[in-house]
């Protein structure tokens, strides 16, 4: 069974800091997702990998960025903390083996203050 | 771009009666449909997909149909029970890549 394990299930981070969510996933796939889910807008697209070191752009993608150092984890990273990042994060991975579910993490819970 | 369109965002049953959601897509290329369950404070789960070579698919008290022509995906669950309260989200997956464009959700509380 595929595994996809977020770093923090709660984090509380004060507005103007660096913020990194964390996610590895043990299933070697190459492409990963990470989402940001709001009541009444489901879950949005930030950024995607299709490998390492690659990195494209979801649909909302402002104010954040990824790494991709690795196969197996894809960090999101928030340049600069604000009030309205505070949101429900989740990551998810899909093995590239034509059409298939997505896994996702259990979210973290991001508050900024 | 790339669109989904899910309803009803709430739905309310009884115990025992049937639960139906339905959800349109606008790309006309995509051949995936994944639904999936997200309880309270969990990761969402696949429940069920889809796939655009097929019209019906079911698993037990889950059915999943697909109209192609109307771009539309519907969720039926059939002798509801309490367990099956939680948020459920259709997808749409674009074509070429591994992206999915997801509803915006339905909230189903099946009443005791």
């Known amino acids: 069974d595929v595994k996809v394990t977020q770093s923090s299930r709660y984090l509380v981070k004060r507005t103007g800091e660096k913020v990194f969510l964390e996610c590895v996933q043990d299933?070697?796939?190459?492409?990963m997702f990470w989402y940001r889910q709001d009541p009444g807008l489901g879950l949005r697209l930030i950024y995607f990998?299709?490998?390492?070191?690659?990195?494209e752009k979801g649909d909302i993608p402002e104010g954040y960025s990824v790494s991709r150092e690795k196969k197996e984890r894809f960090s999101l990273i928030l340049e600069s903390a604000s009030t309205n990042q505070t949101s429900m994060y989740l990551c998810?991975?899909?093995?590239?083996?034509?059409?298939?579910?997505?896994?996702f993490g259990d979210g973290t819970r991001l508050s900024i203050l | 771009g790339e669109n989904v369109e899910q309803h009803p965002s709430t739905l309310s049953v009884q115990e025992g009666d049937s639960a139906v959601i339905k959800c349109t897509y606008s790309?006309?290329?995509?051949?995936?449909f994944p639904w999936y369950k997200q309880e309270l404070g969990k990761r969402p789960q696949l429940i069920i997909d889809?796939?655009?070579?097929?019209g019906e698919k079911k698993d037990q008290r889950i059915a999943v149909t697909l109209n192609k022509t109307a771009k539309h995906f519907s969720l039926h669950i059939t002798e509801t029970q309490p367990e099956d309260s939680a948020v459920y989200f259709c997808?749409?997956?674009?074509?070429?890549?591994?992206?999915?464009?997801f509803g915006t959700g339905t909230r189903l509380k099946v009443l005791a």
């Open positions: 998810a991975s899909i093995s590239p083996t034509g059409a298939q579910p997505q896994h």
């Open positions: 299933m070697d796939h190459e492409n």
């Open positions: 990998s299709y490998d390492v070191k690659m990195k």
């Open positions: 790309d006309s290329a995509s051949n995936y």
């Open positions: 889809i796939r655009s070579n097929v």
């Open positions: 997808a749409a997956m674009v074509v070429g890549t591994y992206k999915y464009i």
